[in-house]
């Protein structure tokens, strides 16, 4: 691990991985603490998986069409907002079931991007990068969105910390205060899809959904607020991501993966053990 510190010193591409894990560490405790309380992983799921039509989309029109400008995660923002907006219309408007629509959202966004990538030259190492992630090729540019982005989950939450709090806890009484549940509904998914986005490039699609509920889930059983489970969430996702990169660094592992299961290991660990020391604490 001590390597790991010793050459973010002096490389470039180990201060942005850095970096990066920092900034996604604060998004992700603050909105992972409160898709967790309102019990929505399952559509950040179908929201993160849908972020592959994006970026497939995207990679297709920069390499086939010749349209620079764009980058993988510039479609990742439009299929993400597009993709929350989509079920939390249904959800609140809608007669259909929420997770017919969920899983269509989730399979259709999966399906779209795989055949942009299978019709885009050099498919196959994109496709295990947007999968999988990989923090240590992260760029100035993708960096200094995920700074904006990361800037925007945090003004919104704090603006709005009340009225997200009211609808994650109990909506018919949130109703009952004048919140518009309608719109603040829509809001966090939006927060929900942005994070989505910053966490891709961490830990890829297929692990974004276990570092946005692990460490916020782990942070509710340490907690008995929920400002408190988001600092803590924070602080448990920032000792996910240093821990993770420097102990994958030394012996060349996936470090998406590595940050997923240390973050796995201490939610069960708290999970397993958490019982028996209230068990002691009222026995005294």
Known sequence: MLDFFQDALRYTF?????ITGVLSAVACGIVGSYVTVRRISYIAGAIAHSVLGGMGAARYLQR???WE???????????????????????????EREDTVVSAVWAIGMAVGIIFITRTAGYNEDLMSYLFGNILMVRRIDLLLIVGLDLLVVAVSILFYHQLEAICF?????????????????????????????LVQVVGIVMVIALLSLPAATATFLTRQLWQTILVAIGLNLLFMVGGLALSYRPDLPAGATIIVLAGMIYLLVVTAGPFFRRLGRRK
């Not at 180990?14 to 850095?18: E, P, S």
């Not at 929350?84 to 408007?93: E, T």
């Not at 829509?186 to 986005?197: D, E, G, H, Q, W």
């Open 64 to 66: 086939n069409l010749g």
């Open 170 to 198: 109990d909506e018919e009484f949130a109703r009952l205060r004048g919140v518009s549940v309608e719109f603040f509904y829509l809001l966090l998914l939006c927060l929900t899809a942005l994070t989505v986005v910053t």
């Open 69 to 95: 400008f764009l980058s993988p995660i510039h479609g990742a923002v439009f299929a993400a907002l597009l993709s929350a907006i989509i079920i939390g219309m249904v959800s609140l408007y809608g007669k």
């Open 14 to 18: 180990l201060q942005y991985a850095l």
